[in-house]
């Protein structure tokens, strides 16, 4: 069949604070797709959501497991705080594989077998050789890296598989104070949630009217959604493992689908592309980044 099949498709872990029910529906249509191999789950934007899907996490757990999924569970991209530190120390002593998105969790984890998520830099071969070294089974490889980059650290890290956003915005900055909170005139710690009320992040211009970011939280992602639909192959041959589909405020089933599609050659990238933008349509695609160019820009 197709040469394109080894490659896994991921779903990673809901960036936005959404209410726990649409959270727990959002996995449970997951843990039915056929698409769909692996499942990150977990809170790891703000601490303060954690609390809006702990009552449903491990009922959406034993769904996506009875359903095949390999589940992990990530770990928060900035730790700053008491409450945060033992959570981290609890969750990196569980039972789950834990996606570490944070130098802390990393250290915690040594000598277990863990994956690497997309807020952890590495940007060598020798970075990736030595967290394998520590316990790292995949890495989830920064969305800012260009194929020569990825290619390169493949080459000199093998034995360890890797990981490329290839679909939703990008994550690109974590800070300690809120922007999302700020522009709803909130402090963070009185923040009402109100990040909340923009489930698919808040776009932000720049100062001349340009669209340029959306922050989330205390998050800061890109203005666009990458998509990487006519790249897998190329990503395929540099030794990507699996593609990260980041989830989006839409029917990310869907989403899969088409990615599984192309992949297979049901569907050219064409055809892909233009079911894709029927699906989500919220944000202006790019795939600069891999191409070697400014993020935000589209390579045909």
């Known amino acids: ?41 977990g809170e ?20 996506l497991q009875r359903n095949g999924k390999n589940v992990a569970i990530g770990s928060l991209a900035l730790v700053t705080m ?18 570490a998105n944070d130098l802390s969790a990393l250290r915690l984890l040594v000598g277990r077998p863990h994956q690497v998520g997309p807020f952890v830099n590495v940007y060598n071969g020798a970075t990736a050789r030595l967290l394998a070294r520590k316990g790292a089974t995949r890495i989830c490889l920064g969305p800012e890296l260009p194929a020569t980059s990825i290619a390169s650290i493949i080459k000199d890290a093998p034995g360890i598989e890797f990981e490329i956003i290839a679909f939703g ?24 949630f109100v990040c909340g009320e923009d489930e698919d992040g808040l776009d932000v211009d720049t100062l001349d009217g340009q669209a340029f970011l959306s922050i ?43 990615f599984a599609q192309v992949r297979d050659e ?6 892909g592309l233009a079911r894709l933008r029927d699906v ?21």
């Open 44 to 63: 790891v934007v703000c601490s303060k959501r954690d609390h809006f899907i702990r009552p449903f996490l491990a009922e959406v757990i034993e769904r």
């Open 82 to 99: 008491e409450r945060e530190v033992i959570a981290t120390r609890r969750l990196a002593t569980g039972s789950l594989p834990v996606e």
């Open 169 to 192: 915005r990008l994550p690109l900055a974590i800070s300690a104070r809120c922007a999302h909170a700020r522009a709803k005139h909130r402090s963070k710690d009185n923040c009402q």
């Open 266 to 271: 049901k569907i050219d990238v064409t055809e």
């Open 216 to 258: 989330n939280g205390v998050q800061t992602t890109s203005r666009h959604c990458q998509v990487l639909l006519g790249e897998m192959e190329m990503l395929r041959d540099i030794g990507v493992t699996h593609l990260r589909l980041s989830p989006q405020n839409c029917d990310m089933e869907t989403v899969a689908s088409i």
């Open 280 to 300: 989500y349509s919220a944000a202006p695609y790019a795939n600069g980044f891999l191409h070697g160019n400014a993020g935000m820009n589209w390579v045909a």
């Open 1 to 41: 069949m197709t040469h394109l099949k080894k490659l896994q498709i991921t779903m990673g872990a809901i960036p936005y604070l959404w209410s726990g029910e649409k959270w727990r529906d959002f996995y449970y249509g997951i843990a039915d797709s056929e698409h769909v191999d692996a499942v990150t789950l």
